[in-house]
């Protein structure tokens, strides 16, 4: 379902990382959290596609589906 998304026990403690680095998922999360775009996270990882960007985009997504909410300190669910 995902082919370049991966997850190795051997490479970031088995986070789901695009295939053949060691940048994770959550990684690429942040980075566009912090307010990086497609472009910039292109420019700075030259070794990525936009393919694998996309990929790991919906791999978020969809794992996210089968999370609970749990609120953080201070919110309400």
């Given amino acids: 379902m995902y082919a370049r998304i991966v997850v190795d026990q051997e490479i970031l403690g088995g986070k789901p990382i ?15 959290a912090s307010g990086a775009t497609r472009e910039d996270v292109l420019m700075a990882y030259p070794h990525l596609t936009a393919d694998d960007i996309e990929e790991a985009l919906r791999y978020a997504a969809e794992a996210l589906k089968c999370d609970h909410v749990i609120p953080l300190a201070g919110q309400r669910a």
Avoid: A, D, M, N
């Fill in 18 to 32: 695009v295939k053949g680095t060691r940048i994770s998922v959550e990684f690429l999360l942040e980075l566009f």
